[in-house]
């Protein structure tokens, strides 16, 4: 049998600590899935921004459009984020 089903079945105060060593790879394996998330869709609309004829190389306008337009994408998803965040740790603290 496989690991993940030998985890389930054994018995006793084992299977609390395997359960919550599921818990901790999934939230990794959805952090690494927003983080994917993330980058394509960065690579996405840069792209589309700054690349107007696609070729073998950038040129130094192109570079500078991705460089610029990925740092402006991921501060703008960061302040969502810490936003997000601190609206979310207030809405727990009304509970």
Not at 40 to 48: H, S, V
């Amino acid at each position: 049998m496989d690991s993940f089903g030998s985890d389930f079945s054994s018995g006793g105060s084992g299977a609390k600590m395997d359960t919550g060593t599921i818990m901790e790879q999934v939230k990794v394996q959805i952090a690494v899935a927003n983080a994917q998330e993330l980058l394509q869709r960065m690579t996405d609309k840069c792209f589309k921004k700054c690349i107007g004829k696609p070729g073998s190389t950038l040129d130094n306008s192109e570079q500078k459009c991705i460089a610029m337009c990925m740092d402006r994408y991921m501060d703008a998803w960061n302040t969502v984020s810490r936003t997000y965040n601190s609206r979310l740790q207030r809405e727990r603290a009304r509970l």
